[in-house]
């Protein structure tokens, strides 16, 4: 074997070694791409599939017989949406609402809903198998609604699940 055939030989090993995706490697990360927004003090995220579009909120109807967690409806292009206080159907307090008030709209199917945000604070991509995929302090109905936790402890919320819940139906209609 020559000179040129021998180092031929190792840069193919070479090639082939660092083309090899490592052990741990192989199963992939599973990414999710989520929005993150503040309530008060508190940080919570949807998938941003569920995600149709983030607006100004500047007026809200407010009208009687709402459960706590529902201030109202919102008119956004002729579409009426209830507008949902996520804290108060998790019961993780009430805190008065800013001058900075978004609503998120969510959808999933037939179903779309607004719920109340602070401030929008980023889109990204978080491994869905990193952080914690429950709270041992959460009650039953705040894990119901729970996705998990990242590592940077934002609370990401399962939109589809709280969509199709019956908690948001009053009277048998969102």
Excluded: W
């Excluded at 040129?4 to 090899?20: C, F, H, V, Y």
């Excluded at 889109?123 to 109905?141: F, K, M, N, R």
């Excluded at 940077?152 to 699940?161: G, N």
């Amino acid at each position: 074997m020559s000179n040129t055939d021998s180092a031929n030989a190792i840069l193919r090993a070479r090639a082939e070694q660092l083309a090899r995706l490592p052990e741990d490697e192989g199963r992939g990360a599973q990414l999710m791409e989520i929005l993150e927004f503040a309530l008060g003090k508190e940080r919570f995220a949807f998938p941003s599939l569920c995600v149709r579009e983030v607006f100004p909120l500047t007026e809200i109807t407010y009208l009687p017989g709402l459960p706590p967690h529902v201030l109202g409806v919102v008119n956004v292009r002729g579409r009426i949406l209830s507008v949902m206080d996520i804290r108060r159907l998790l019961e993780f307090g009430n805190v008065g609402l800013t001058n900075l008030n978004k609503a998120i709209i969510l959808h999933h199917g037939d179903m779309e809903l607004a719920v109340l945000a602070d401030e929008v604070t980023g889109v990204y991509a978080i491994d869905i198998d990193e952080g914690q995929h429950t709270l041992p302090t959460l009650t039953l109905s705040q894990g119901a609604y729970l996705r998990g936790v990242t590592k940077d402890r934002v609370v990401v919320l399962d939109a589809e699940k709280l969509l199709a819940s019956k908690d948001l139906l009053v009277n048998g209609a969102l």
